[in-house]
């Protein structure tokens, strides 16, 4: 069976697959999404459909919506997304050039870790989505809470130079911003597929999944 994750690009096969909600947006109806890719997004599931995103060129062009299952054509992790840095051919803004330079320096300490956000679907569409004040999108997986060296390299990472980056830490039932868990001096906000929750401790989930 299909597993689909948070921040996951799916390319949709068959467009009669979406399900849109009822009040559309103008920049939808004026044209499809952006080389017919969606993101799974954080959502309780409905009917078995997958909860998804649709985006178009401005920042604000953004709307939920639901995938059948059975209309997606392929799924691109984070993850996968690194290789395709390599294949990325001209003008490369600040946050290409910053993955690009963070890639060894992940890739050293062993993490399960890829680009989201405009980044990422940047390089899945090779379409020209970033400007150079465009952030970094970042999804860590860390299934487990962090020993103190890695804690200090995760405190590495947030400090890095070269264009904001926005890291997401994914625990596996939820994720939440690691700008956020670092400065926090209380409970944390881990998004879920069952809604936020205001956590001290966002690996323990108390109320189970």
């Given at each position: 069976?299909?597993?689909?994750?948070?921040?996951?690009?799916?390319?949709?096969?068959?467009?009669?697959?979406?399900?849109?909600?009822?009040?559309?947006?103008?920049?939808?109806?004026?044209?499809?999404?952006?080389?017919?890719?969606?993101?799974?997004?954080?959502?309780?599931?409905?009917?078995?459909?997958?909860?998804?995103?649709?985006?178009?060129?401005?920042?604000?062009?953004?709307?939920?919506?639901?995938?059948?299952?059975?209309?997606?054509?392929?799924?691109?992790?984070?993850?996968?997304?690194?290789?395709?840095?390599?294949?990325?051919?001209?003008?490369?803004?600040?946050?290409?050039?910053?993955?690009?330079?963070?890639?060894?320096w992940m890739d050293a300490r062993g993490w399960a870790w890829g680009p989201t956000g405009s980044c990422g679907f940047a390089l899945a569409s090779g379409l020209p989505l970033l400007r150079a004040d465009s952030d970094l999108d970042l999804l860590i997986r860390l299934p487990s809470r962090p020993d103190p060296a890695r804690l200090n390299e995760l405190r590495r990472l947030n400090a890095w130079r070269g264009c904001r980056l926005d890291v997401q830490i994914d625990v596996g039932h939820g994720g939440f911003a690691l700008a956020e868990w670092l400065s926090a001096r209380g409970d944390v906000l881990l998004k879920t597929g069952r809604g936020p929750r205001l956590l001290s401790d966002p690996w323990r989930w108390e109320d189970g999944l």
């Open positions: 069976m299909p597993y689909w994750r948070a921040h996951d690009l799916l390319r949709v096969g068959d467009v009669a697959g979406l399900r849109l909600p009822a009040g559309r947006p103008d920049w939808l109806a004026a044209g499809r999404p952006l080389a017919d890719l969606v993101v799974v997004r954080r959502d309780v599931r409905s009917g078995g459909d997958i909860p998804v995103g649709l985006r178009a060129w401005r920042r604000e062009q953004r709307l939920a919506a639901w995938l059948a299952p059975e209309a997606v054509a392929k799924r691109l992790s984070p993850e996968s997304l690194l290789a395709r840095l390599d294949d990325w051919s001209g003008f490369r803004p600040p946050a290409l050039s910053v993955l690009a330079a963070l890639r060894p």
